[in-house]
């Protein structure tokens, strides 16, 4: 069994409050958990609508697999409109 952890720096571009980071960080851990099958939430700079500290997690059976989806989420993320991924940490347990 293969656990990884990735943990995603964020600066969120259209957010102008707390309100607007909501909405933005909701949307996007929302389509993360659908598309990936994964575990997400926002871990740090909860008070800052600017950034955003996220933590992710997924298990599998296989190495390869999970890197994979690693890899495939930091792309999504990188792709989501409004949000630039400014630091990634990956684990792999």
Known sequence: MVVGVLTLELLLQEADSLKGKRKVLKSLLERLKHRFNISVAEVGRQDNWKYSTVGISAVSGDMAHMQRVLASVVRFVENHNGVEV??????LL
Not at 86 to 91: A, Y
């Open 86 to 91: 400014l630091d990634v940490h990956e684990e």
